[in-house]
């Protein structure tokens, strides 16, 4: 893949820790924008959804640092 991609990742996901799948993949994507998401866990989705659409919207908008 060479498309810009957000990967978003909390750091405290005991179901998929974050060494096991988001830092891998971002080895993978070239386009990436990686974020590890400071003591989220793996609902964040749900239980953190107004950072996680700032987040999105931010990258949408190409806004934010490449990683």
Do not use: W, Y
């Given at each position: 893949?060479?498309?810009?991609?957000l990967?978003?990742?909390?750091?405290?996901?005991q179901?998929?820790?974050?060494?096991?799948?988001?830092l891998?993949s971002?080895?993978?994507?070239?386009g990436?924008?990686l974020?590890g998401?400071?003591?989220r866990a793996?609902?964040?989705?749900?239980?953190h959804?107004?950072?996680v659409?700032?987040d999105?919207?931010?990258f949408l908008?190409g806004e934010?640092p490449?990683?």
């Amino acid at each position: 893949m060479d498309v810009p991609t957000l990967i978003l990742h909390g750091d405290d996901d005991q179901i998929v820790p974050i060494a096991d799948s988001a830092l891998l993949s971002a080895k993978l994507v070239k386009g990436r924008h990686l974020k590890g998401l400071q003591g989220r866990a793996h609902g964040m989705c749900t239980t953190h959804k107004d950072q996680v659409n700032e987040d999105l919207l931010t990258f949408l908008k190409g806004e934010g640092p490449r990683v």
